[in-house]
Nanobody
């Protein structure tokens, strides 16, 4: 079973950048689609970005398109979320997630992901 640990969150000002990392342990995760979700205070968990197993195909929520970039380094068993031009509305706990079916399509649906990290807090001040 793959285990995921996020890092890189913090407190930044509007317009700043952050890079989140998601390190996988256990089985190699190179064949699994990966995604980032986020949960703002008092709200549900929402899709942010996803990529297929190779990293060649990606998908983004409209709210982050053009500002966030998802990428992966399968040799390091790590997925990244580069976040630029951060806004106060990006404040949330960010979660990394993996599907458990090798070579499956990525998805925007939370229920399609069976492995989750513990989350990392991102706070953007205005």
């Amino acid at each position: 079973q793959v285990q995921l640990v996020e890092s890189g969150g913090g407190l930044v000002q509007a317009g700043d950048s952050l890079r989140l990392s998601c390190a996988a342990s256990g089985r190699t995760f190179g064949s699994y689609p990966m995604a980032w979700f986020r949960q703002a205070p008092g709200k549900g968990r929402n899709f942010v970005a996803a990529m297929n197993w190779s990293g060649l195909t990606t998908d983004y929520a409209d709210s982050v398109k053009g500002r966030f970039t998802i990428s992966r380094d399968n040799a390091k068993n790590t997925v990244y979320l580069q976040m630029n031009s951060l806004k106060p509305e990006d404040t949330a706990v960010y979660y990394c997630a993996a599907r458990s079916e090798s070579y499956a399509a990525y998805s925007r649906q939370e229920n399609d992901y069976s492995v989750w990290g513990q989350g990392t807090q991102v706070t953007v001040s205005s």
